[in-house]
Structures are given as structure tokens and as C-alpha cells.
């Protein structure tokens, strides 16, 4: 009986030993209240980081611990805070911001099976974002004087980056075309009725019976563009227009030179016969140059993007100065070996 006891009290010391250990403190931070990070959540975080595939050293993951709990006893302390239904609208944005990547909804279960493999859960998540968000507003909050000073790019800092990297501005290989153009009805006899009729056409365009102009005013379909010969416009190699006008068209007109007519064409929506009136090759836009996509000259795109940049350093700086000042404020006490 004494042996069983025995071995029992060594079980039981062991027990008690290891629950220490795995729960011992790893440091503790004070600047409103005490609060302990134990060994167990900083191996938890380490794991974490190792299981995203990041390479981090133990001393790393718990300062950046031990500066949550600085930003999140500030925060309270300084009157900043992030509710309930706020961290809800976050999660909600961030599941359209993964859809949109996917080019598909998602279904709830889904997304949580997403972030689980990322963040160990939903809840994990969530206090991610709260936190993320609560730094922002603090640190904005805070150190407003540090964020107004934010250094307008100046024009030699503009022309430098467009120097180093002006093949990024590129208007790829155009083709302005011109068509007779056909609406597809989905009738199967009024369709052949058609595509003969401009085969006809196109015969008569190739003998010189007819212009291409004349082809134009007694055939197409497409009012927008009758008074102007039919003209579309320009087009280049792209995936709208491939799913617009399908890949046999984009393959012939980009290969055809101004003044060439090629058809007829079937394309998704319409039947057409074109003609080529200008082809360009790939050109580097200018500082002057207009970007179609967004409206606006290369210039001011690169004088936000560096706008941008120095915000983002600005806030950077700020959030180390905030940091700063709250580690001289608190007392920490870091205990890991």
C-alpha cells in the first residue's frame, strides 16, 4: 500500500511539475494592470508562425505580445475602442475581399475552414482584426502630429521612379477596327439568313463591286457607329475581348495591317466583317500620358503611389513612437530564458 502511494505522489509531483511548466510565465506587462503571458500562449504564437511556413526566433513573438497588450491597455486607458458590431463588419469585409480574389461567394463554412488553417479559428480571427483596427484608430488618434507631416513626393523623386521603372507603363499592340456588323438572334434561319447575306458582302467588298464605307451604310446593324464608317474603335489582345469576341477574332485582327479587311467573323453575339484602319505597336507612355484604366497621367498615378508610400512610413514611425511611449510608461518584466 505504501509503494502504491508512493508511486502515485511521484505521478502527481510530475503532473503538477509540467502543468508549471507549460503554463510558467514567459513575462509580464503592466501599464494599467498587471496581465502575464505564459509559456503556453507564446509556444501556441510560435506555432502558429511555424505553421504559415515564417521562420521566428521566441524573443521576437513575445515582444510583439507583450506590444498587444501595450496597444490594448493604452487604448482603453486613452479612450479608444473598438465595439462588437464594428470587429462584425470587418470580418464581413474581409470575406468579400477573399471572394473577390477567388472570383466566387463563399459559404460561411468555408471561409471559416480559410481562416482557421491561418489563424486556429474564427474567434482567433476576429481578435486579429479588432486588434489590427484598434491600432489604427489609436496610433491615428494619438500621434495625429507625427501623420499630418506625411512628405509630398517631389518632382525629381517622381521622374527618378518613372526612370527606373517606366516599362510598367506600356499601351500594349492596338488595333483600331471598323465592322459590319450583324446581330445573332439565336433563330437558327434568320442567323444563316444573315451570315449569307454578308458573305455577299464581303464578296462584293473584295471584287470592288462595293467599299467597305458603302458595305457599312446597307448592311450593318450597329446604329452607334453608322455615321462614322462603322468605326469601334481601338482593341487590343485582352481577356474581355477574347469572352466578347472570341479567339479566332482576336487572333486574325491583330495580325491584319491598316487598310487589310478580313470576314466574316462569328463572333458570341454578332457576325461582322472588318476592317483594319490603324495598327500599333506596343508604346511606353509618357509622364504626360493618360492611363485609360484609371484617368489620370502617369505622373499623378506615381505621385499617389509614393504619396501612399510615405503614409504608410509616417504611420510606421508613428506606431514605434506610440510603442515607445507606452514600454517607458509600464512595467515589464520578461522572464524567459
Not at 508549471?20 to 506555432?47: G, R, W, Y
Amino acid at each position: 500500500m505504501k509503494k502504491v502511494l508512493s508511486i502515485l505522489s511521484i505521478l502527481l509531483v510530475m503532473v503538477t511539475l509540467s502543468a508549471a511548466t507549460i503554463s510558467s510565465p514567459a513575462a509580464t506587462v503592466n501599464l494599467t494592470k498587471n496581465k502575464v503571458i505564459t509559456m503556453d500562449q507564446l509556444n501556441k504564437e510560435v506555432e502558429l508562425y511555424t505553421k504559415n511556413g515564417v521562420s521566428v526566433q521566441q524573443i521576437d513573438v513575445l515582444n510583439s505580445l507583450i506590444d498587444e497588450i501595450l496597444i490594448e491597455q493604452g487604448a482603453a486607458r486613452d479612450g479608444y475602442s473598438v465595439t462588437d458590431s464594428e470587429v462584425e463588419q470587418l470580418y464581413a469585409n474581409q470575406k468579400k475581399s477573399v471572394e473577390a480574389q477567388a472570383g466566387r461567394t463563399l459559404t460561411d463554412a468555408e471561409f471559416e475552414s480559410l481562416v482557421a488553417e491561418s489563424y486556429g479559428s474564427v474567434d482567433e480571427y476576429k481578435s486579429y482584426l479588432k486588434l489590427q483596427y484598434l491600432t489604427q484608430i489609436y496610433v491615428s488618434g494619438a500621434k495625429a502630429d507625427v501623420l499630418n507631416n506625411v512628405a509630398e513626393p517631389t518632382e525629381n523623386e517622381i521622374k527618378t521612379w518613372y526612370r527606373q521603372n517606366s516599362t510598367n507603363f506600356t499601351l500594349p499592340e492596338r488595333v483600331r477596327l471598323s465592322l459590319i456588323a450583324m446581330e445573332k438572334t439565336g433563330d437558327s434561319a434568320t442567323d444563316s439568313k444573315k451570315l449569307s447575306t454578308l458573305q455577299s458582302c464581303y464578296n462584293d467588298i473584295v471584287s470592288g463591286k462595293i467599299t467597305f464605307e458603302k458595305g457599312v451604310q446597307l448592311y450593318s446593324e450597329d446604329t452607334d457607329s453608322l455615321s462614322i464608317g462603322g468605326d469601334w474603335g481601338f482593341m487590343a489582345d485582352n481577356s474581355t475581348t477574347r469572352t466578347n469576341m472570341g479567339d479566332n477574332f482576336v487572333n486574325t485582327v491583330m495580325l491584319m495591317d491598316a487598310g487589310d479587311i478580313e470576314g466574316v467573323f462569328e463572333t458570341p453575339y454578332i457576325y461582322a466583317i472588318v476592317k483594319c484602319t490603324v495598327h500599333l505597336d506596343p508604346t511606353i507612355l509618357t509622364l504626360n500620358d493618360t492611363i485609360e484604366e484609371y484617368g489620370i497621367t502617369v505622373r499623378e498615378y506615381i505621385r499617389q503611389g509614393l504619396l501612399y508610400q510615405n503614409s504608410q512610413y509616417a504611420f510606421l514611425n508613428a506606431y514605434n513612437e506610440l510603442l515607445a511611449d507606452l514600454r517607458n510608461q509600464a512595467k515589464i518584466n520578461i522572464i524567459l530564458k
